[in-house]
């Protein structure tokens, strides 16, 4: 059974957070992994994804040049770095994996998801 496990949000005053997801279960040879977020009283939002075979990714326009995805495959591990925070980013982040390849940011269904960590960037 495939687990993610997301870590890494806290409050922030603007600036940089990393987040982490560690999938365990299997090992990181040909998924997608998907970062999503879902702020208070608005619908998820794919943010980025990534293929853990080759590294190729997307993002989402809103975080484009200011988010990077990375994996690291040795540890199971796909990472979420994001500069530049803004309010608008405040929400609960969740990873998704599917195996396949990242070719979009949304409307894929994912087959794992992890619990989420929230991520508070204030004003």
């Known amino acids: 059974q495939v687990q993610l496990a997301e870590s890494g949000g806290g409050l922030v005053p603007g600036g940089s957070l990393r987040l982490s997801c560690v999938v365990s279960?299997?090992?990181?040879?040909?998924?997608?992994i998907s970062w999503f977020r879902q702020a208070p009283w608005k619908e998820r939002e794919g943010v980025s994804c990534?293929?853990?075979?080759?590294?190729?990714?997307n993002y989402a326009n809103s975080v484009k040049g200011r988010f990077t995805i990375s994996r690291e495959n040795a540890k199971n591990t796909v990472y979420l770095q994001m500069n530049s925070l803004k309010p608008e980013d405040t929400a609960v982040y969740y990873c998704?994996?599917?195996?396949?390849?990242?070719?979009?940011?949304?409307?894929?269904?994912?087959?794992?998801w992890g619990q989420g960590t929230q991520v508070t960037v204030s004003s």
């Open positions: 279960g299997d090992t990181l040879d040909y998924y997608a």
């Open positions: 998704a994996a599917r195996h396949g390849w990242c070719t979009k940011v949304a409307g894929i269904k994912q087959d794992y």
């Open positions: 990534i293929s853990t075979s080759d590294g190729s990714s």
